[in-house]
């Protein structure tokens, strides 16, 4: 699973087309009026939000969001969502959840998105009160996690030491 996701002020652009591309099922409900959903030809999906073309900025057109492998087989790489992925709202770091919805207690690995200066990942409940150790994030950015079954697993990402 991998996701993207872009935000634009524009106003909503006409969907793209081509097989597999659909309207976000919440789109019709939400600020992400704009959010299409697409198959990438290999069993996932991915998120996109047109942009205006008229604003300049540093940002690329496109680039790699966070991307989940989960387990081996079409079985294990099922029922694995990503819930949560921005700001803790508890304090410092960057909060990402997990719902195994499958049964299936595989190991994931947790690709980050280029240029996150995350070095830890500290295990936390839904209150964001840390729960179990923490896990060294690679140099290239991942790590991995065992999700529990049909539960949620949380994790808040924390960069270097400030001053560093």
Known sequence: ??????????????PPTGAGV???????RSAW???WEG????????????GDGRT???????????TISKGQGAALGRGLLLTAFGRNPYGDGTLLRL???????ATCTIQL?????????????LRGEF??????????????????????TSVILLGPPKGN
């Open 113 to 125: 998105p280029a240029g996150m200066k995350a070095r830890t990942a500290q295990f936390c409940n």
């Open 39 to 50: 198959s990438n030809g290999s069993g996932g999906s991915q998120l996109a939000a047109p």
């Open 131 to 152: 729960t179990g150790p923490s896990v060294a994030i690679s140099e290239s950015g991942t790590f991995n996690v065992t999700p529990r079954p049909m539960a949620p």
């Open 22 to 28: 659909r309207p976000s099922p919440g789109a019709a």
């Open 1 to 14: 699973m991998s996701c993207l996701a872009a935000v634009s002020d524009a106003p909503p652009v006409p």
């Open 99 to 105: 719902w195994e919805q499958a049964g299936n207690a």
């Open 56 to 66: 300049p900025g540093k940002l690329p057109a496109s680039a790699a969001g966070i």
């Open 33 to 35: 009026s704009g959010v």
